[in-house]
C-alpha cells in the first residue's frame, strides 16, 4: 500500500520567513496530492490540494510543487503570519479511483512574532 | 455551510465499556471515514464506508466496527474499550474519489 513520509516533524519560523514541508510517496499509481491544516482543538481542514497532471498550484501565499518521477510534493508557505501555526498534514491517494487517503505524521508549524 | 458533527467532543470510558461514536454529515456525501490520531502517528484510517450499508476496513480496524444504517450518519463502534484505544477519533466524509475530505472537529477518547 501507499507509505507517506513527512518532514519536518516540527518547524519553527519567524514571521514574515518562508516555511517548507516536504513529503514523498511509494505508489506511483497515487495522482491526488492535499494537504491539511489543523488548528488546536478543530479538525483538519483542507488549504491546497494538486493532480499529477500539474507540477505546481498556487494560492495567495500557499503553493505545492509536485515532482512524480522522484516521488515528492512540498508546501510552501511565505510571508508567514502567526495564524498559520498550527499542524500540517500531507497526503496521497491510494490509485486507481480510490476514496482514501494516506496520511503523513504531520508538521507542527510555529510561527514566532 | 458544509458540516460534520460529531457527538462528543470528550468521553472517558472504562476498560471493557461498549462505546460507540456517532458522526453524522449534512452534505449528502456518500463517502465517510473514521480516522484515529495519535502524536507522531498522524491520521491512521480505521474503517470507511462508501455507501449505506457497506463498510471496509481502513489500516488498523482491529478491535473496531462501524455501522451506516442512514446515508448520514457512520458509528464507530468499540466492542470492548481498552486503553490503547485512548485516542483522538476524527470522523471525515467526501463526495467522491480526489475530492476534499471534510472533518469533524474530532472526539478525544479516553479508556480507564
Known amino acids: 500500500g501507499e507509505n507517506v513520509e513527512q518532514h519536518p516533524s516540527t518547524l519553527s519560523v519567524q514571521e514574515g520567513d518562508s516555511a517548507v514541508i516536504k513529503c514523498t510517496y511509494s505508489d506511483s499509481a497515487s495522482n491526488y496530492f492535499p494537504w491539511y491544516k489543523q488548528e488546536l482543538g478543530k479538525g483538519p481542514q483542507l488549504i491546497i490540494d494538486?493532480?499529477?497532471?500539474?507540477g505546481e498550484k498556487k494560492d495567495q501565499r500557499i503553493a505545492v510543487t509536485l515532482n512524480k518521477t522522484a516521488k515528492h510534493f512540498s508546501l510552501h508557505i511565505t510571508e508567514t503570519q502567526p495564524e498559520d501555526s498550527a499542524v500540517y498534514f500531507c497526503a496521497a491517494d491510494t490509485g486507481a479511483g480510490s476514496y482514501q487517503l494516506t496520511f503523513g505524521k504531520g508538521t507542527k508549524l510555529s510561527v514566532i512574532p | 455551510d458544509v458540516k460534520v458533527t460529531q457527538s462528543s467532543r470528550y468521553l472517558v470510558k472504562r476498560t471493557g465499556e461498549k462505546v460507540f461514536l456517532e458522526c453524522v454529515q449534512d452534505m449528502d456525501h456518500e463517502n465517510m471515514f473514521w480516522y484515529r490520531q495519535d502524536p507522531g502517528l498522524g491520521l491512521r484510517l480505521i474503517y470507511f464506508?462508501?455507501?449505506?450499508?457497506?463498510?471496509e476496513k481502513g489500516d488498523i480496524p482491529e478491535g473496531y466496527s462501524v455501522s451506516r444504517e442512514k446515508k448520514e450518519r457512520f458509528s464507530l463502534i468499540l466492542e470492548s474499550a481498552s486503553t490503547n484505544q485512548t485516542s483522538m477519533y476524527l470522523c471525515?466524509?467526501?463526495?467522491?474519489?480526489?475530492?476534499?475530505?471534510?472533518f469533524g472537529p474530532g472526539t478525544r477518547l479516553t479508556v480507564l
Open positions: 464506508s462508501y455507501d449505506v450499508k457497506m463498510k
Open positions: 471525515a466524509s467526501t463526495s467522491g474519489a480526489k475530492s476534499e475530505q471534510f
Open positions: 494538486i493532480r499529477s497532471n500539474v
